[in-house]
Nanobody, 123 residues
Framework: QVQLVESGGGLVQAGGSLRLSCVAS????????MAWFRQAPGKERDFVAA????????HYADSVKGRFTISRDNAKNTVYLQMDSLQPEDTAVYYC????????????????WGQGTQVAVSS
């Protein structure tokens, strides 16, 4: 069983930056594809970014491409989401997720989820 714990959320002004972290325990982190999703109030959960087990390939939603960067440190069992040029529409609860095979953009394909961290961007 894999446990995921996110941190790094907070309140930031438009144009600012945040870095989210997700620490994994209870599994073989280096064998999992990892992803970030987000859910704004009253909306469905949306894919944000995903990264392969080796970190060699990343995928992004069009809405964040060029502004967000996903990375991982397998020695620290941690995946990161660097968020730059934040906008009010990025306000959401951000979740990290893990699956044992390749990256996917659908949340239903992921086996393990964290509890989420709130990101709020003021205009």
């Amino acid at each position: 069983q894999v446990q995921l714990v996110e941190s790094g959320g907070g309140l930031v002004q438009a144009g600012g930056s945040l870095r989210l972290s997700c620490v994994a325990s209870g599994g073989t982190f280096g064998s999992y594809a990892m992803a970030w999703f987000r859910q704004a109030p009253g909306k469905e959960r949306d894919f944000v970014a995903a990264i392969t087990w080796s970190g060699s390939l990343a995928h992004y939603a069009d809405s964040v491409k060029g502004r967000f960067t996903i990375s991982r440190d397998n020695a620290k069992n941690t995946v990161y989401l660097q968020m730059d040029s934040l906008q009010p529409e990025d306000t959401a609860v951000y979740y990290c997720a893990a699956r044992g095979l390749g990256v996917r953009r659908q949340g239903s394909e992921y086996d393990y989820w964290g509890q989420g961290t709130q990101v709020a961007v003021s205009s």
